[in-house]
């Protein structure tokens, strides 16, 4: 069974600090993708990246980074000089190829607060 | 605007009650899901379907709870006997088909506002 586990329920941070988010997770599958979304106030969740599990190279997108360690079964996602509008719910989740349906099963959230 | 839409927003509804939920998802994704949020937790996965054919359930799904998705495009879900213990934000997402190499397994899904279900 697939698992994602963010340990990290709630974060505050003062805008221009760097906050990074955790997420492990567990699978017996060989290939799987992870993801991240945003949930901000308004509710919608928003996809921010995909990686695959057989690409450990870490990305980076503006403020954005992620860090995938398969060695830890980790996929961990930094925002470097954090904003205001930085604030939301991020979610974690996991799609495993053997289920062949593509549904994510998702960590449970990290509420990132950004303070001015 | 071509994102994915959720009709209604928010249902009060009264215990035993019936509820319908409506999700249009993008125009070309072949893929459909429903997930189920409560506060504090990830969207819980509820079942999918690819064009017309509902293709899993997950045993959240009891028998009160119905999907359909009669010509591919729209979908509809169902709840018979509403209970308390159905009040959540019920999300839909859908996602393209194979883009290139990648089978549609690998595709991100988009999501819509959800509907937020209340029952009292």
């Known amino acids: 069974a697939q698992k994602v586990t963010q340990a990290q329920t709630e974060i505050s941070v003062v805008e221009k600090e760097d906050v990074t988010l955790d997420c492990v997770y567990e699978?017996?599958?060989?290939?799987?993708?992870l993801f991240w979304y945003k949930q901000p106030p308004s509710g919608e969740l928003v996809f921010l990246i995909r990686r695959n599990s057989f690409d450990e190279q870490n990305e980076i997108s503006g403020r954005y980074s992620w860090n995938f360690q398969k060695s830890t079964s980790s996929f961990n996602f930094t925002i470097t000089a954090s904003q205001v509008v930085d604030s939301a719910v991020y979610f974690c989740a996991l799609s495993e190829a053997d289920t062949n349906a593509g549904k994510s099963t998702f960590g449970d959230g990290t509420t990132l607060t950004v303070k001015p | 605007d071509t994102g994915v839409s959720q009709d209604p927003r928010h249902k009060i509804t009264k215990r035993g009650q019936n509820v319908t939920f409506r999700c249009d998802p993008i125009s070309e994704h072949n893929r459909l899901y429903w997930y189920r949020q409560t506060l504090g937790q990830g969207p819980e996965f509820l079942t999918y379907f690819q064009n017309e054919a509902q293709l899993e359930k997950s045993r959240l799904l009891s028998d009160r709870f119905s999907a359909e998705r009669p010509k591919g495009s729209f979908s509809t879900l169902e709840i018979q006997r509403t209970e308390q213990g159905d009040s959540a934000m019920y999300l839909c997402?859908?996602?393209?088909?194979?883009?290139?190499?990648?089978?549609?397994?690998?595709?991100?899904?988009?999501f819509g506002p959800g509907t937020r279900l209340t029952v009292l």
């Open positions: 997402a859908s996602s393209s088909p194979t883009s290139g190499r990648l089978p549609s397994v690998y595709n991100e899904q988009f």
């Open positions: 699978t017996r599958d060989t290939t799987y993708y």
